[in-house]
């Protein structure tokens, strides 16, 4: 099962949008609605933000949304602070694994 | 508040076995699935397997031939035993509670293990 692919690094300015892409196949992010985020800060653990593919757990922020177009799902991040600097994962159920991460991405907010 | 906190040894000798343990404190043990995940800067986010209270497990089929997960009920805890470690498991291994939403929800603090000869 390959990771599923995310940009390297992506860059905003303070209260900007952007967005992070994360592509599979149809056997995983195109197969089900099973996609969810996590953030991450050096030396701790990931958090989940989006799981379902759109839906928030309690207490994350609402500047975090999640969507999915055919095997390419995607987060975005709007109103950037300088809080949101971290590294971002997606994940997928598959039918192999039954799980699989993305290749992560770097946000740098400038 | 769910709190997972996992234990064991931090360096390996190539061709020992690994050995890690996940405390869970503050949520039902029997209601769900628990994982384990490993991060290296190669490969990133690695998925291992899951196993819930009844000792039903799910693995990631590229590692199964080398893992061991086990469940200890009476004490709310789950291990995972990683055979014949070489330079390439050099990792920081993480426990998970699965979710029911195929999300991981809460993690453990993660814990390096090295091995090196």
């Known amino acids: 099962q390959s990771a599923l692919t995310q940009p390297a690094s992506v860059s905003g300015s303070p209260g900007q949008s952007i967005t992070i892409s994360c592509t599979g196949t149809?056997?995983?992010?195109?197969?089900?609605?099973?996609v969810s985020w996590y953030q991450q800060y050096p030396g701790k653990a990931p958090k989940l933000i989006i799981y379902?593919?759109?839906s928030r757990p309690s207490g994350v922020s609402n500047r975090f949304s999640g969507s999915k177009s055919g095997n390419t799902a995607s987060l975005t991040i709007s109103g950037l602070q300088a809080e949101d600097e971290a590294d971002y994962y997606c994940?997928?159920?598959?039918?192999?694994?039954?799980?699989?991460f993305g290749t992560g991405t770097e946000v740098n907010v400038l | 508040q769910v709190q997972l906190q996992l234990w064991g040894a931090g360096l390996l000798k190539p061709s020992e076995t690994l050995s890690l343990t996940c405390g869970v404190y503050?949520?039902?043990?029997?209601?769900?699935?628990w994982s384990w995940i490993r991060q290296t800067p190669e490969k990133g986010l690695e998925w291992f397997g899951e196993?819930?209270?009844?000792?039903?497990?799910n693995f990631n089929p590229s590692l199964k031939s080398r893992v061991t997960i086990s469940i200890d009920t009476s004490k709310n805890q789950y291990s995972l035993k990683l055979y014949s470690v070489t330079a390439a498991d050099t990792a920081v291994y993480y426990c998970?509670?699965?979710?029911?939403?195929?999300?991981?929800?809460?993690w453990g603090q993660g814990s390096l293990v090295t091995v090196s000869s």
């Open positions: 998970a509670k699965s979710s029911g939403w195929f999300a991981f929800d809460y």
């Open positions: 503050g949520e039902s043990f029997s209601t769900y699935y």
């Open positions: 196993i819930n209270s009844s000792g039903n497990i």
């Open positions: 149809n056997s995983d992010v195109g197969g089900y609605n099973f």
């Open positions: 379902e593919v759109s």
């Open positions: 994940s997928s159920y598959t039918t192999s694994s039954p799980f699989v």
